[in-house]
């Protein structure tokens, strides 16, 4: 059977707690009164527990981590520490601007390219006295072969969109 009280000091008494607390509670909402203005304990008792702060409150169930506030509490402290460690890289020189970043990979990349696309007109004639073929077929052999090469890479990284036609495959 549930108890009732009128009485916010007599229902604080049975919960443990200073009626102050029991005041505070109510006032911002974590626990309400009956409709006819009285304390149901089991049912405060339990709303006290479920919004209790492990870290301050008598309240708190023995593991801290079973209410929604504790996993609360524990998911801000976590964010507040991924916070600090990522400051501390950014102090550190760890993070680069993505655009940064990018503008180097971008500069790197295109100086592979022109090295790559430059490379059968330096080399070709070489290997065109070894082999005593035609200095102009194996330029744009090697040529063919470099573009196609490079076709590939650039489709590895920038894959071509999928249409509607592959969605439904």
Do not use: C, Y
């Amino acid at each position: 059977m549930p108890e009732f009280t009128p009485s916010t000091r007599e229902a604080a008494r049975r919960l443990g707690i200073s009626h102050t607390a029991l005041q505070k509670a109510e006032a911002v909402g974590r626990v309400v009164r009956e409709p006819d203005g009285q304390w149901d304990i089991e049912k405060t008792r339990q709303h006290m527990t479920q919004t209790a702060d492990p870290f301050r409150s008598p309240m708190a169930p023995v593991a801290p981590d079973g209410t929604p506030f504790a996993r609360l509490k524990v998911a801000e402290l976590a964010l507040k520490v991924e916070a600090r460690r990522l400051a501390l890289d950014e102090e550190k020189g760890k993070l680069l601007d993505t655009r940064d970043a990018n503008s180097a990979i971008d500069e790197i990349a295109g100086g592979m390219r022109d090295a790559l696309l430059n490379w059968p007109a330096r080399v070709s004639g070489l290997i065109a006295v070894e082999l005593g073929a035609d200095p102009h077929l194996m330029q744009t052999i090697l040529q063919q072969h470099i573009n196609d090469l490079l076709t590939e890479v650039a489709d590895r990284f920038d894959p071509p969109e999928l249409g509607v036609a592959s969605l439904e495959e």
